[in-house]
């Protein structure tokens, strides 16, 4: 079997890897998460060899936090952009990752890239039942939208557990625990770009 035919039915979600999240100044840094920017961007090269769609998730708020959570909403303030306001620099990609033309994009307002978006019925529509997922953090947007995809009947779902990153390897571990419970499967990424190429 060709790869491209392999891995026709699979989506790539790369979740949250925006400068906000990501570098040492971001308002949200999570602190694993400049570590694992190289294999996110070897993922992404692996993904797009292999015919795999790969689909950006992000956050974009309302400058004045008119839509984050309410947890967050002290956070934003007319005259100070929060946290992954729409058009500032700490809502675009880190350096290294670029959303190309045949790519798709979900901008999502909470932890789960399935909640109140469009993704899951994208997703049938292009025949996809498969998912791997990257990016950051564990315990909250990675978990939230591992967990919504296995309740919706996704037939394969991964986590590659060296691109996806928490604020302490414990955390993240815990987390990987979890979901590898639940039937995720949980590869590094060595292993997963082994796998059928």
């Not at 350096?95 to 890239?113: C, H, N, Q, T």
């Not at 994208?122 to 591992?146: E, H, M, W």
């Not at 309740?151 to 990153?165: E, Q």
């Amino acid at each position: 079997m060709a790869a491209a035919s392999k891995w026709k039915n699979t989506a790539l979600l790369v979740i949250d890897m925006q400068k906000d999240f990501i570098l040492p100044d971001g308002l949200m840094r999570v602190d694993g998460g400049q570590a694992i920017v190289p294999n996110v961007i070897k993922a992404v090269e692996v993904a797009r060899r292999r015919g795999i769609l790969v689909i950006w998730v992000v956050r974009e708020h309302d400058p004045l936090g008119r839509d984050v959570e309410l947890f967050r909403q002290h956070l934003y303030s007319v005259g100070k952009a929060g946290p992954t306001s729409r058009g500032s620099v700490g809502a675009e990609l880190v350096d290294g990752l670029v959303i190309k033309e045949e790519d798709y994009k979900v901008v999502k307002m909470r932890f789960s890239a399935f909640f109140a978006t469009h993704l899951n019925s994208f997703l049938k529509t292009a025949g996809i039942d498969s998912l791997v997922v990257v990016g950051v953090q564990t315990p909250n947007c990675i978990r939230q939208t591992v967990f919504d995809a296995v309740a919706l009947d996704y037939k394969y779902v991964t986590v590659i557990v060296d691109a996806t990153a928490s604020a302490t390897p414990e955390i993240h571990l815990a987390n990987i625990f979890d979901m590898k419970n639940v039937g995720v499967a949980t590869p590094t990424l060595e292993e997963w770009c082994e796998s059928d190429d």
